[in-house]
C-alpha cells in the first residue's frame, strides 16, 4: 500500500512534466512502471483468488476424510 501511494506522488510530480515534453524518456519510465504495478496488482488479485478456491477445496476434502474415519465409511 505503501509503495502504491509513493508511486502515485512519484506520478503525480512527473504529470506536468508530461505535458511540457510527451517524448521525455522520464515520463515513458513512469507510464511503464505504472502499467506495470497495474498488471502486477492485477496478477497477484488472480492469484489469490485461485489461491482462495484451491484452499476451500482442501478444507473441505480434510472435513469429509476426517467424516469417513470417523464413521468408518468410505
Known amino acids: 500500500m505503501n509503495a502504491k ?13 508530461a505535458h511540457a515534453n510527451q517524448a521525455s524518456p ?5 507510464q511503464l512502471m505504472s502499467d506495470m504495478q497495474t498488471k502486477v496488482i492485477g496478477e497477484g ?3 489469490h483468488a485461485i489461491y482462495v478456491e484451491f484452499a476451500e477445496m482442501c478444507e473441505e476434502r480434510s472435513k469429509n476424510l476426517q467424516f469417513e474415519i470417523k464413521t468408518g465409511k468410505g
Open 45 to 47: 488479485e488472480a492469484a
Open 5 to 17: 501511494w509513493t508511486g502515485l506522488c512519484f506520478l503525480a510530480l512527473a504529470l506536468p512534466m
Open 26 to 30: 522520464i515520463t515513458k519510465v513512469l
